[in-house]
T-cell receptor
Framework: AQTVTQSQPEMSVQEAETVTLSCTYD???????LFWYKQPPSRQMILVIRQEAYKQQNATENRFSVNFQKAAKSFSLKISDSQLGDAAMYFC???????????FGQGTRLTINP | EPEVTQTPSHQVTQMGQEVILRCVPISNHLYFYWYRQILGQKVEFLVS????????KSEIFDDQFSVERPDGSNFTLKIRSTKLEDSAMYFC?????????????FGPGTRLTVL
């Protein structure tokens, strides 16, 4: 069974600095999709960034970028120039090719210190 | 921007009672999902629904659970006889396509408390 592990239950960073959230996953598949979701205190999960496993180029979305290491089964999220509005729970998720379900990690609670 | 909505935001029920959690997916979306998150644990997939049928379900989604799209806009999750361990946050999600990196849009969740 596929599993997703986020080894950092909590992280904190100073405003304007850079933080990296870790995610590893376990799968025997070669084609799949990876996602980072953000869940602010209002509790609605919002997609931050996504990556296709067949693409070697790391995805970027403004201040958010990923470091996708397929061989290591690692998918970390880097947030540059952290802002107070980035404070949230961040979930890493995996979706197998041909399936619809998302498999989530445990989440990392990110605190931004002003 | 269109959103997935869920009602109620909090439901309290007695063990053994039936509950129905309601969701209104984004209007042109075709695929619908329920996930749950027990306090302090991972978000877990329950079921996906397409073309008025269950397309995928997890081991958690046993005979106590059912889903329905009764009127073309609502998407409901019914728990027939609630147990204490059903207490969790239940999230509805929807997306337009099933494959690739198509985004699943999540609702704000319904907190179910079983006493």
């Amino acid at each position: 069974a596929q599993t997703v592990t986020q080894s950092q239950p909590e992280m904190s960073v100073q405003e304007a600095e850079t933080v990296t959230l870790s995610c590893t996953y376990d799968t025997s598949e070669s084609d799949y999709y990876l996602f980072w979701y953000k869940q602010p205190p209002s509790r609605q999960m919002i997609l931050v960034i996504r990556q296709e496993a067949y693409k070697q180029q790391n995805a970027t979305e403004n201040r958010f970028s990923v470091n996708f290491q397929k061989a290591a089964k690692s998918f970390s999220l880097k947030i540059s120039d952290s802002q107070l509005g980035d404070a949230a729970m961040y979930f890493c998720a995996y979706r197998p090719q041909g399936a619809q379900k998302l498999v989530f990690g445990q989440g990392t609670r990110l605190t931004i210190n002003p | 921007e269109p959103e997935v909505t869920q009602t109620p935001s909090h439901q309290v029920t007695q063990m053994g009672q039936e509950v129905i959690l309601r969701c209104v997916p984004i209007s042109n979306h075709l695929y619908f999902y329920w996930y749950r998150q027990i306090l302090g644990q991972k978000v877990e997939f329950l079921v996906s629904f397409y073309n008025n049928e269950i397309s995928e379900k997890s081991e958690i989604f046993d005979d106590q659970f059912s889903v329905e799209r009764p009127d073309g806009s609502n998407f409901t999750l019914k728990i027939r006889s609630t147990k204490l361990e059903d207490s969790a946050m239940y999230f509805c999600a929807s997306n337009l396509l099933a494959g690739g990196t198509d985004t699943q849009y999540f609702g704000p969740g319904t907190r179910l408390t079983v006493l």
